[in-house]
Structure formats: structure tokens, C-alpha cells
């Protein structure tokens, strides 16, 4: 691995971790020695890369730390257009169309030398059978969430009965037909999936969910976890 493609790594590693990472760690997956990590990480922080740390206690990357797009390996720019490609065919139509202007955007951006893994990559991801419709507007359905505003709807279950229930999302799920909006149901006091085509109305309110988006996702990430559904890793 060249010297600059370690140090690139360094900082990518850093980047994706909300804790202290060892010299240890990162010798580990680099495959290199402890030695070359904390010589790195001294070239490093002498080219004003904002990682604070020691050795033996771990090093975290400044959040603000901002560091250009174009630095992208062939794996990772296959990563991205496979995923893309996954949101432009499940995603709702907002969220599709936003998938494909990345493609279009990562392809002018990155070198001209990288541009084939993103116009022919060597991945890709088959196209589903169609959603079943949503009942509401999931693009505002979205920015609820990001806001933290609650959402009023008429819902029919499995069984065909009907009920209205005020709902503070948290949550979209993408399955292969169908969307889910995880969401903590006032009716029920508890969280709940709703299926998005079971939805027959919904009232977007500007009314404030009782605690802060991020806090409410946590204790919806807690009680997955309580039920033992294992989440990804993000």
C-alpha cells in the first residue's frame, strides 16, 4: 500500500468511529506495524489533520474535520453506485431521483481515470417488483422525522380494522415491496411498524414530538434490540 493511500486509510478509519481508536487497531487492519501507525499519525497531525489522542488511550478525528470527496478508492466508488442504485429502484420518488443525481454527480467529480467504476461498475443490484403504493407523502413523511413533528393517521391493520392514532416517527424502512415507518404510537404507548400502504390518511402537525429526534430513535434502537432484532451498524 503506498504511503499516501495508508495515510488516506488512517483518516477513514478514524471517520467512521465515534470512539477512541487504538494504534493497535489500526496496525490491524492496515497490516502494518504500531510503529508506522503512530509515525503516520504524527505525519498527520503535522499536516494540521485535526486527530487528538495518544498512544495507548486511542485517537478520534475532529467531527468538523472536512476533507475532499474526490479522494476515493475503486471500491468505494462501486460501494456508493451500488447503493445508489438500490434507493433509485426501492426508494420513494424523491429519494430515487436524489440517488440518481449522485451517480451523475460522483461521475463528473472524480477523476477521469476513475469515472468506468462509476459508468460500468462491476457491481449491481437487480431491479425489484413494485412497491405497493404508500397512503401518505413519504418525502414529508421524512422531513417530520428530521423535525421532530408528529404525525396523525388512519391506519387499517391485518385484520381490516381501522383505528386513527397520533404517531411520532423515527424511522423509514425499505423492504422489497412494501415501506415501514417505525414510529412511537401515543394509542398504544409503545412503538410500532406501520406499513405505508395501510395508511389510508395522514395529517402531517406541526405539534413537537416529547423528546429530541435523535433521542427517540435511540429508544426505538433499544427496544429492537430488547426485542432481539439485531440492527445494522452504522
Same mark, same amino acid.
Given at each position: 500500500m503506498? @504511503?499516501?493511500?495508508?495515510?488516506?486509510?488512517?483518516?477513514?478509519?478514524?471517520?467512521?468511529?465515534?470512539?477512541?481508536?487504538?494504534?493497535?487497531?489500526?496496525?490491524?487492519?492496515?497490516?502494518?506495524? @504500531?510503529?508506522?501507525?503512530y509515525?503516520?499519525? +504524527?505525519?498527520?497531525?503535522?499536516?494540521?489533520?485535526?486527530?487528538?489522542?495518544?498512544?495507548?488511550?486511542?485517537?478520534?478525528?475532529?467531527?468538523?474535520?472536512?476533507?475532499?470527496?474526490?479522494?476515493?478508492?475503486?471500491?468505494?466508488?462501486?460501494?456508493?453506485?451500488?447503493? +445508489?442504485?438500490?434507493?433509485?429502484?426501492?426508494?420513494?420518488?424523491?429519494l430515487? %431521483?436524489?440517488?440518481?443525481?449522485?451517480?451523475?454527480?460522483?461521475?463528473?467529480?472524480?477523476?477521469?481515470?476513475?469515472?468506468?467504476f462509476?459508468?460500468?461498475?462491476?457491481?449491481?443490484?437487480?431491479?425489484?417488483?413494485?412497491?405497493?403504493?404508500?397512503?401518505?407523502?413519504?418525502?414529508?413523511?421524512?422531513a417530520?422525522?428530521?423535525?421532530?413533528?408528529?404525525?396523525?393517521?388512519?391506519?387499517?391493520?391485518?385484520?381490516?380494522?381501522?383505528?386513527?392514532?397520533?404517531?411520532?416517527?423515527?424511522?423509514i424502512?425499505?423492504?422489497?415491496?412494501?415501506?415501514?415507518?417505525?414510529?412511537?404510537?401515543?394509542? @398504544?404507548?409503545?412503538?410500532?411498524?406501520?406499513?405505508?400502504?395501510?395508511?389510508?390518511?395522514?395529517?402531517?402537525?406541526?405539534?413537537?414530538? %416529547?423528546? @429530541?429526534?435523535?433521542?427517540?430513535?435511540?429508544?426505538?434502537?433499544?427496544?429492537?434490540?430488547?426485542?432481539?432484532?439485531?440492527?445494522?451498524?452504522?
Amino acid at each position: 500500500m503506498r @504511503r499516501a493511500d495508508r495515510l488516506f486509510q488512517i483518516i477513514q478509519i478514524l471517520r467512521r468511529s465515534s470512539r477512541p481508536i487504538t494504534a493497535s487497531q489500526i496496525a490491524e487492519e492496515l497490516e502494518i506495524s @504500531r510503529r508506522s501507525v503512530y509515525r503516520d499519525i +504524527a505525519d498527520l497531525i503535522g499536516q494540521r489533520v485535526p486527530i487528538q489522542g495518544e498512544a495507548g488511550l486511542g485517537y478520534v478525528l475532529d467531527r468538523d474535520y472536512d476533507m475532499t470527496p474526490l479522494m476515493l478508492t475503486p471500491d468505494e466508488l462501486e460501494a456508493a453506485v451500488l447503493g +445508489a442504485q438500490w434507493v433509485a429502484d426501492k426508494g420513494d420518488a424523491a429519494l430515487a %431521483g436524489a440517488a440518481r443525481d449522485l451517480i451523475a454527480k460522483i461521475a463528473t467529480v472524480v477523476p477521469e481515470g476513475l469515472r468506468p467504476f462509476v459508468s460500468n461498475p462491476t457491481v449491481g443490484a437487480p431491479l425489484s417488483r413494485a412497491s405497493l403504493p404508500d397512503g401518505l407523502d413519504i418525502a414529508r413523511a421524512r422531513a417530520s422525522i428530521r423535525k421532530g413533528h408528529k404525525i396523525r393517521i388512519r391506519y387499517r391493520n391485518e385484520q381490516g380494522d381501522e383505528s386513527e392514532r397520533v404517531i411520532w416517527p423515527t424511522m423509514i424502512g425499505y423492504a422489497e415491496t412494501v415501506r415501514l415507518i417505525a414510529a412511537w404510537c401515543e394509542m @398504544r404507548q409503545d412503538f410500532r411498524h406501520f406499513r405505508t400502504d395501510r395508511i389510508s390518511c395522514a395529517t402531517f402537525l406541526d405539534e413537537r414530538i %416529547g423528546c @429530541r429526534p435523535g433521542e427517540l430513535r435511540n429508544r426505538w434502537k433499544r427496544h429492537m434490540e430488547a426485542q432481539g432484532i439485531e440492527l445494522p451498524q452504522g
